[in-house]
């Protein structure tokens, strides 16, 4: 199986993997969502404006996993950012799973 997507570091297409990421010991943001016990949630930071305890938690910078649909290696999902600051709001998921199988790399009929 391949992805629609050529590597950039061979001209060739990346094979299609399922990957399994353990939460990271440096997520401290993710960490505490988890602890809440919602496994799904929204957090509008407009609402929040007035709440200066929950706005001064998210308004810094934290390490998060950015690894969206191309993953690589741990290193390389590791991100830092202000998600107050660059961000509306926070959408957390606190388990996902991989895509059935759309046999990607394979043309349509």
Known sequence: MYSFTKSIFKNEPWPVANNYVKPHPKSY???????????????????????????DF?????????????????????WSTNLHEYFDAIIYVDKTKPAENFNLGKIAK
């Open 58 to 78: 998210v308004n810094k910078d934290y390490e998060h996993y950015e690894a969206g649909a191309v993953y690589i290696n741990e290193k390389s999902a590791l």
């Open 29 to 55: 943001l993710t960490n505490a969502f988890s602890q809440l016990k919602t496994p799904i949630f929204y957090i509008d930071f407009e609402d929040i404006s007035n709440n200066k305890n929950i706005k």
